[in-house]
């Protein structure tokens, strides 16, 4: 059974960083498009990045472009998310998603909170 748990949210204040954690267990980890969405209170989730099993392309929505780094480690069954220069507006929780055979999964969520 597919596993993802998230890991690293926190309150954080305008400006500052934090690295987002997802750990996969239950699957073979390289070769699937894993990506970090988010959702905030009263609106609906959406992606935040994307990255390719095979070939680690990378995609990120145009409102993170810049500040926000995906990256994977399949040695460690690892997906990461570096967020830099964080806004209040990026105040969510994140959750980590890996796509299988056509079926999405999807971890439990960490909170992210932006805020002075």
């Known amino acids: 059974q597919v596993q993802l748990v998230e890991s690293g949210g926190a309150w954080v204040q305008p400006g500052g960083s934090l690295r987002l954690s997802c750990a996969a267990s239950g699957t073979i980890f390289d070769g699937y498009n894993m990506g970090w969405y988010r959702q905030a209170t009263g609106k609906q989730r959406e992606l935040v990045a994307t990255i390719t099993g095979r070939t680690n392309t990378t995609v990120y929505a145009n409102n993170v472009r810049g500040r926000v780094t995906i990256s994977r480690d399949n040695a460690k069954k690892t997906l990461s998310l570096q967020m830099n220069s964080l806004k209040p507006e990026d105040t969510a929780v994140y959750y980590c998603?890996?796509?299988?055979?056509?079926?999405?999964?999807w971890g439990q969520g960490t909170q992210v909170t932006v805020s002075s």
């Open positions: 998603n890996l796509i299988r055979n056509f079926t999405a999964y």
